[in-house]
């Protein structure tokens, strides 16, 4: 039987919470490699705003915002109750850090990722207003090992790729800032098995013809 299937881009922090929901879910898609300045015509078929990720179902439903493809997924199968079933006032949690996550923490770190283009204030600026995000977490992981309790949840998959990136704007500043227990969490997550699986490196689809199956 035929896969979903998804078309996906290595780098981008929302296709890497959908291949974590994928993978985490043990779901198996065929997974299509792309580049953001040459998309496939199929995938702007099916979704014409032109961004990544995007899942095609095989009824023909598309799915093209990240978090609603790592629920897709979790409601297959979430052996990790990263969706945090039967706990209501943890769901509302988790979706409030990831709205600020999404709406809010994220038109900062690309100010910050490219202050350069957005001169109306200085790169510390930028970086400062990221910060008020980054110190929520830092608390939050004052009182558990991840955002919501000991185990991870879906806020914790949806947001930390987004921290990798603030991080990775300035490492050495990043190493030295006052968040000792973002930087623990944010190091565990990218050393751990499961985010080195989704980095993996496949050509991408317009140049090799292949899919690859990933998520099982
Ligand atoms: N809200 C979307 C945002 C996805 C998004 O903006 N992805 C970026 C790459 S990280 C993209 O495809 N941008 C289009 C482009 O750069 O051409 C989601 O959650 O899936």
Same mark, same amino acid.
């Not at 881009?9 to 300045?37: H, N």
């Not at 988790?94 to 999404?102: E, F």
């Not at 510390?124 to 110190?135: C, P, S, V, W």
């Given at each position: 039987?035929?896969?979903?299937?998804?078309?996906?881009?290595?780098?981008?922090?929302?296709?890497?919470?959908?291949?974590?929901?994928?993978?985490?879910?043990?779901?198996?898609?065929?997974?299509?490699?792309?580049?953001?300045?040459?998309?496939?015509?199929?995938?702007?078929?099916?979704?014409?705003?032109?961004?990544?990720?995007?899942?095609?179902?095989?009824?023909? /439903?598309?799915?093209?915002?990240?978090?609603?493809?790592?629920?897709?997924?979790?409601?297959?199968?979430?052996?990790?109750? @990263?969706?945090?079933?039967?706990?209501?006032?943890?769901?509302?949690?988790?979706?409030?850090?990831? $709205?600020? /996550? $999404?709406?809010?923490?994220?038109?900062?770190? $690309?100010?910050?990722?490219?202050?350069?283009?957005?001169?109306?204030?200085?790169?510390?600026?930028?970086?400062?207003?990221?910060?008020?995000?980054?110190?929520?977490?830092?608390?939050?992981?004052?009182? /558990?090992?991840?955002? @919501?309790?000991?185990?991870?949840?879906?806020?914790?998959?949806?947001? &930390?790729?987004?921290?990798?990136?603030?991080?990775?704007?300035?490492?050495? +500043? &990043?190493?030295?800032?006052?968040?000792?227990?973002?930087?623990? +969490?944010?190091?565990?997550? @990218?050393?751990?098995?499961?985010?080195? /699986?989704?980095?993996?490196?496949?050509?991408? +689809? @317009? $140049?090799?013809?292949?899919?690859?199956?990933?998520?099982?």
């Amino acid at each position: 039987m035929s896969l979903p299937t998804l078309y996906s881009f290595r780098r981008c922090p929302y296709a890497m919470r959908a291949r974590l929901g994928i993978l985490l879910s043990q779901t198996p898609v065929s997974l299509r490699e792309i580049i953001l300045k040459h998309k496939p015509e199929p995938m702007l078929a099916a979704s014409p705003k032109g961004t990544v990720p995007v899942l095609i179902l095989q009824d023909g /439903n598309i799915i093209d915002e990240s978090l609603d493809i790592m629920r897709w997924a979790l409601s297959l199968n979430d052996p990790h109750n @990263l969706l945090l079933a039967d706990q209501p006032q943890r769901q509302e949690q988790a979706k409030a850090l990831i $709205d600020s /996550n $999404d709406n809010e923490f994220k038109s900062w770190l $690309d100010k910050y990722k490219y202050a350069d283009r957005n001169p109306e204030q200085s790169e510390i600026f930028y970086r400062t207003e990221g910060e008020k995000f980054i110190a929520q977490l830092e608390h939050l992981l004052g009182k /558990n090992q991840q955002l @919501l309790s000991d185990s991870a949840s879906i806020a914790d998959f949806a947001i &930390f790729p987004f921290i990798r990136q603030f991080a990775g704007v300035d490492s050495t +500043w &990043f190493s030295q800032a006052p968040y000792p227990n973002v930087q623990a +969490w944010l190091a565990d997550h @990218l050393e751990g098995a499961i985010f080195s /699986n989704i980095m993996k490196k496949y050509p991408t +689809w @317009l $140049d090799s013809g292949e899919s690859f199956q990933f998520g099982q």
